[in-house]
Nanobody, 117 residues
């Protein structure tokens, strides 16, 4: 079993930056990858960024955030980060962290990011 706890988020003006954090605990040795997804009310949850645990350079990003968002993982702390720069109002959403473990996704509680025009 894995637990993930998120922190960060909030409100920012367009063009600003925010950083999200996600701490994993439990059977962290078995986590294959971690990532960030976001959800806008009435829409499906969509992948924002993902990194595998065996290779920190193995990342993938949604086209909408490439060049603006960076996902990193501190393996010693079992913590995932999402640095979000040049934020746009379209980035407003609830952001969820997930850990992929033993074929299952374990989700954080979600954190609201609001970008004001």
């Amino acid at each position: 079993q894995v637990q993930v706890v998120q922190s960060g988020g909030g409100s920012v003006q367009a063009g600003g930056s925010l950083r999200l954090s996600c701490a994993a605990s439990g059977s962290t040795f078995g986590i294959n990858a971690m990532g960030w997804h976001r959800e806008i009310p009435g829409n499906r949850r969509k992948l924002v960024a993902r990194v595998t645990t065996d290779d920190a350079s193995n990342t993938n990003y949604a086209d909408a955030v490439k060049g603006r968002f960076t996902v990193t993982r501190d393996s010693a702390k079992n913590t995932l980060y999402l640095q979000m720069n040049s934020l746009e109002p379209e980035d407003t959403a609830v952001y969820y962290c997930n850990a992929e473990y033993n074929g299952r996704n374990y989700w954080g509680e979600g954190t609201l990011v609001t970008v004001c025009p």
